[in-house]
């Protein structure tokens, strides 16, 4: 796509003299990183990876998704609520990945004891890429939904000043003003605040359970500072502190270090390597507790790529909009194909059809975190080990989604200063709360925009591949 930036883009030495300006905008703003080598010291930081330019966006589409956010918020609270979809859903799943398996039997395991808290808190992001046909149409496609530990809405928060500020230097003001403005850091706030309010004993705090590396922190802080101005206590913790010091109380009211939590905040939890046997065991305390859980394990599951190819079947999503059918159109017109490869022969249909083809699809683990897909020649070797075997279960097939590459400049410390061919991907933050059958709150707060060079297949900005960025609408 050509960018309205293409002139400023050829002009090498207006690049040189941008970067310090961007550089330096990203760090007055706060747009910043802890670096690898300190991962858990402030004394020395960086600003976090991010392109010199916005990118553009199609307003229609930005719009598409700000509007569809709120029936994925409906649909990802329903879809917790329906223990019969999720155990269908994900019953071959479970039987070859572990992952899903220790928090399936953590769902299983709260459901059977009743659940202790009524008060539903998500927070969550769906993230898109703009498929662009061969008739020249483009079209808002989702990847995925997260349902836990969305990041870099703090971050995101900031990146529309420091990049209408580079705009102005470059001599570009009047394309400032098609960067959408973006708090997510204060609707995510606003989330976790009501819960907390709904919890209802004012000297309880909220923990953010956070690595034991901790390089994304100021993203955090952001949305942490907004829960003090309110005068809400915040404190982070992590798996291992909870493992030590962690307990249930009356009621199963959960404490550490003498301070009732209210809410439980994951920013940790989402990857096998996050786990022990003993973290598995605070997890399934703090799942157990009366604490608000963000998300609880049910929501967690929900956000599974498993479910999300099951919900691409026809007269799934009916089943969750059983009254609202222009909620089950607006939502589907974001689905691509997603195919099962479940044994049988759908599955094996699928497995002939990716091996085939491979350059039209996607091979998806039941992952998150980013760096997991599979593409390509090593997707044909994957399947070609596993197609006989129950283990194929473990992924999912998508179609590939296919955005038009644009220039821009990525800003990394230590990387090279040259333009790169590359794409983006937009996520759009849903709020909900639920307390019940009463849906408190269901907003979309904000959004993200992602670039990568076109050289990487898959990687967010956590796994240091793609960086933050703004959508430019055009
Ligand atoms: N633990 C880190 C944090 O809390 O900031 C990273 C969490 C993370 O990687 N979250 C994923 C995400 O939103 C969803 S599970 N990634 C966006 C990206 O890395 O670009």
């Not at 960018?3 to 706060?30: C, F, H, M, R, T």
């Not at 329906?82 to 039997?105: G, N, P, R, W, Y």
């Not at 493992?243 to 939590?261: A, H, N, P």
């Not at 990387?415 to 933050?429: D, I, N, V, W």
Request: aromatic share 8%.
């Amino acid at each position: 796509m050509a960018s309205p930036l293409e002139d400023v883009l050829a002009n090498e030495a207006l690049l040189k003299d941008l970067v310090s300006v961007a550089k330096d905008a990203a760090l007055l703003q706060g747009v910043l990183m802890r670096t690898k080598e300190e991962p858990n010291a402030s004394e020395v930081v960086s600003y976090a990876p991010f392109t010199m330019f916005p990118s553009p966006v199609p307003r229609p589409l930005f719009e598409q998704a700000k509007q569809v956010q709120r029936d994925f918020n409906l649909l990802v609270d329903r879809i917790s609520q329906d223990t019969e979809f999720l155990e269908q859903a994900l019953a071959s799943t479970i039987k070859v990945d572990d992952f899903t398996a220790q928090l399936f039997k953590i769902y299983r395991q709260v459901l059977q004891e009743g659940l202790s808290q009524t008060i539903v808190l998500g927070l969550n992001r769906s993230d898109y890429m703009l498929d662009y046909g061969k008739d020249g149409s483009t079209s808002l496609k989702q990847v995925e939904i997260n349902t836990i530990a969305a990041s870099f809405g703090g971050l995101a928060s900031r990146t529309p000043t420091v990049h209408r500020h580079i705009l102005k230097v470059a001599g570009k003001s009047d394309e400032g003003v098609r960067i959408p403005d973006n708090n997510p850091a204060k609707g995510l706030a606003d989330g976790i605040a009501k819960a907390w309010e709904m919890y209802d004993s004012k000297s309880a705090v909220v923990m953010f359970l956070v690595e034991d590396f901790q390089m994304n922190i100021y993203d955090h802080r952001f949305v942490e500072n907004e829960l003090w101005s309110r005068n809400i206590h915040v404190i982070r913790r992590t798996f291992d502190e909870v493992c030590e010091r962690g307990s249930l109380g009356q009621d199963k009211r959960l404490f550490i270090d003498s301070l009732e939590v209210a809410v439980v905040y994951y920013r940790n939890g989402y990857m096998p390597q996050n786990y022990t046997e003993q973290r598995w065991e605070a997890r399934l305390l703090m799942e157990r507790s009366r604490a608000v859980k963000c998300p609880d394990i049910s929501t967690h599951l929900a956000g599974t790529k498993k479910v999300q190819q099951e919900l691409a079947r026809p007269g799934v999503l009916e089943r969750f909009f059983p009254d609202d059918q222009e909620a089950v159109v607006r939502i589907r017109a974001t689905f691509t194909g997603l195919y099962t490869l479940d044994m049988g022969e759908e599955g094996d249909r699928t497995v002939a059809m990716a091996i085939a083809d491979p350059d039209q699809f996607v091979l998806k683990p039941q992952r998150e975190g980013g760096g997991n897909n599979i593409y390509g020649e090593d997707m044909c070797k994957v399947l070609h080990n596993v197609k006989e075997s129950s283990e194929r279960t473990a992924y999912i097939l998508m179609d590939k989604i296919r955005p038009q590459p644009v220039k821009n400049v990525l800003l990394r410390r230590g990387a090279p200063l040259t333009p790169s061919t590359c794409l983006s991907e937009l996520g759009m933050y849903g709020v909900y709360v639920r307390q019940g059958k009463e849906m408190v709150l269901n907003d979309c707060v904000g959004h993200l925009l992602r670039t990568k060079s076109t050289e990487h297949d898959d990687g967010g900005v956590a796994a240091g591949v793609a960086v933050l960025d703004n959508p430019l609408l055009c």
